[in-house]
């Protein structure tokens, strides 16, 4: 099996489509892509929630642990994120051993909470493995004696029908929360089966 990462853009747009046609869950799932050719001003035409509501921004990148490397901005206006964006589009950054520049970065509707939880679905040779913890977030590997894997409700239930269906080999929801009864996948990472495209292509 050929492992493909994608962006969190992406998994995020696959979850929101996939669990209503799947389940019937909807996420309502928000977000927006910035690039160093993007336009502000037709990407707000385009998504007008952008200039209304409080936002987070964070690089695009197949890469983790950004808010321990300062590429998080939260609860910020529209005017914040292009200047948080502004000063870091085309810098390199190091994280894990890896260089390179950020080109893309994802924005989203700020989500205040209180709970963080972690959730993750991957593939092997042997079948499936889910893992749940209710301490998610970015110190969820201080707290990986408290990751089980188990059955928990109908949202699990949900993304793992839709793990099997878009043939993903990993997902993973760290964290996500629950805000009135509704589930928030706040950073999200995927990767597909990159030999199953020719039968999922049209997903």
């Excluded at 939880?117 to 408290?146: A, H, Q």
């Excluded at 188990?150 to 993973?172: C, P, R, S």
Aim: a negative charge.
């Amino acid at each position: 099996m050929a492992r493909k990462k994608i962006r969190e853009y992406d998994s995020k747009r696959l979850l929101n489509h996939h669990l209503k046609r799947l389940s019937g869950i909807d996420l309502h799932i928000r977000s927006a892509q910035i690039t160093e050719s993007t336009d502000i001003n037709e990407l707000v035409a385009s998504e007008p929630w952008l200039s209304s509501e409080k936002l987070v921004v964070k690089p695009d990148m197949l890469f983790g642990k950004r808010g321990k490397s300062g590429l998080l901005g939260l609860n910020l206006h529209l005017d914040q994120v292009a200047s948080f964006v502004k000063d870091r589009i085309g810098k390199e950054v190091e994280i894990g051993g890896c260089k390179g520049p950020v080109t893309t970065f994802i924005v989203e509707p700020f989500v205040p909470h209180t709970e963080e939880f972690y959730l993750s679905i991957v593939s092997d040779r042997l079948g499936c493995s889910i893992s749940f913890s209710e301490c998610g977030g970015i110190e969820i590997e201080d707290n990986w004696d408290k990751v089980k894997g188990k059955i928990i409700e109908e949202f699990i239930k949900a993304a793992f029908i839709l793990f099997l269906d878009l043939d993903f080999t990993f997902l993973e929801m760290n964290p996500f929360t629950m805000v009135d009864g509704n589930s928030y996948p706040l950073d999200t990472r995927g990767e597909l089966d990159d030999t199953a495209a020719f039968k999922n292509f049209k997903k």
